[in-house]
């Protein structure tokens, strides 16, 4: 069993930076896919940056060239860098490990991290 617990959430300016943190405790395997999900409310839950254990990584459109993504294996730790923060990226941020295309159809999620983005 492996839990996720998020870290780095908050209240932001317009154009500020945050970042948050994903700490990965128990047993984790070696094959791995971490995302970055989001949900502001009344929306879908979206997936804004993935990152493998390999060091693939993807970003939805909206985030490109603002936000980065990147793990500290050792630490069993991904982060994501947000820059730039507009208030539409005002949501709960939820950390996911996804073991489904490597080991089984395993997957975990935190509890989530609040960022708010306002003047």
């Known amino acids: 069993q492996v839990q996720l617990v998020e870290s780095g959430g908050g209240l932001v300016q317009p154009g500020g930076s945050l970042r948050l943190s994903c700490a990965a405790s128990g047993s984790v395997y070696s094959n791995y896919v971490m995302g970055w999900y989001r949900q502001a409310p009344g929306n879908q839950r979206e997936l804004v940056a993935a990152i493998t254990s390999g060091g693939s990584t993807k970003y939805a459109d909206s985030v490109k060239g603002r936000f980065t993504i990147s793990r500290d294996s050792a630490k069993n730790t991904v982060y994501l860098q947000m820059n730039s923060l507009k208030p539409e990226d005002t949501a709960v941020y939820y950390c996911?490990?996804?073991?489904?295309?490597?080991?089984?159809?395993?997957?975990?999620w935190g509890k989530g991290t609040l960022v708010t983005v306002s003047s």
């Open positions: 996911r490990l996804d073991y489904s295309d490597y080991v089984g159809p395993m997957d975990y």
